[in-house]
């Protein structure tokens, strides 16, 4: 069984940085793209970043594009979320999640990945 197990969230205030880690256990990390994604309060979880498996790729969302950066130490089974620039609107509970690189390149959907972590709550105040 694969578990994920985010952590680093936090209270902050706008402007300010966040780094998530998200540590993956189970099986072998190389064979998951990876995938953060976050759901502000009164909505639908929503993409954020993912990462290829080996690093080689990477997509954002728009709304953190150019603030945010997802990578991954595959000896260390872990990938993180730098947040930079935080905004009030980045509140969320933030999600990793894995999806195996067999099934073909990354995906941006909630219903492409079989693992999920717990999630980790990020406010940003004003």
């Known amino acids: 069984q694969v578990q994920l197990v985010e952590s680093g969230g936090g209270l902050v205030q706008a402007g300010n940085s966040l780094r998530l880690s998200c540590a993956v256990s189970?099986?072998?990390?190389?064979?998951?793209?990876m995938g953060w994604f976050r759901q502000p309060p009164g909505k639908e979880r929503e993409f954020v970043a993912v990462?290829?498996?080996?690093?080689?790729?990477?997509y954002y969302a728009d709304s953190v594009k150019g603030r945010f950066t997802v990578s991954r130490d595959n000896a260390k089974n872990t990938v993180y979320l730098q947040m930079n620039s935080l905004k009030p609107e980045d509140t969320a509970v933030y999600y990793c999640?894995?999806?195996?690189?067999?099934?073909?390149?990354?995906?941006?959907?909630?219903?492409?990945?079989?693992?999920w972590g717990q999630g980790t709550q990020v406010t940003v105040s004003s």
């Open positions: 999640a894995a999806r195996l690189r067999i099934y073909s390149g990354v995906s941006y959907y909630t219903h492409d990945y079989a693992y």
């Open positions: 189970g099986r072998t990390f190389s064979s998951y793209h």
């Open positions: 990462i290829s498996w080996d690093g080689g790729r990477t």
